[in-house]
C-alpha cells in the first residue's frame, strides 16, 4: 500500500497540472461576436434596428454599453467602452475577449 500511494500523488499532480494548463489556454482566446451595440438601460429591447437614439442617449447618463448578441441575445458588457462609442445603436461584428459576462474590445465591424 505505501508503494502505491507516491504513484497515486503523482497522478493526482499531473492530473491537477494538465487541468490548469487547459484552463489557463481559453483564457485570453478573442472570439469575434455579431450583435448590437446598445447600453445597459436599453439592453435586449434597444438591440435591433430603429432603436438607435435610446442607446445614444443613456451612455451620456452613465450607463455602461454592452453588447447584445444575435444568436442567443446574450449581454456583453464592454470593458473598454471608448472602442465602441462610434458605433452605439449599430449592428456590429465584435472581435475581443470574453471574460464571464463582458467582452474586452479589439476590433469591431459594422455589419
Known amino acids: 500500500m505505501k508503494k502505491l500511494l507516491p504513484i ?10 494538465v487541468a490548469i494548463a487547459s484552463a489557463g489556454s481559453e483564457a485570453g482566446k478573442s472570439e469575434t461576436v455579431s450583435g448590437w451595440v446598445t447600453d445597459a438601460n436599453c439592453g ?18 452613465g450607463d455602461k454599453l454592452v453588447v447584445v448578441t444575435d444568436t442567443a441575445e446574450k449581454v456583453l458588457t464592454v470593458d473598454n467602452p471608448d472602442a465602441l462609442k462610434d458605433h452605439v445603436g449599430h449592428r456590429v461584428a465584435v472581435t475581443g475577449t470574453i471574460s464571464g459576462e463582458s467582452i474586452h474590445v479589439a476590433s469591431a465591424k459594422m455589419l
Request: hydrophobic share 45%.
Open 8 to 17: 497515486w500523488l503523482a497522478f493526482g499532480l499531473v492530473f491537477f497540472y
Open 44 to 61: 435586449v429591447k434597444g438591440a435591433h434596428a430603429g432603436a438607435e437614439e435610446c442607446p445614444k442617449k443613456c451612455p451620456e447618463k
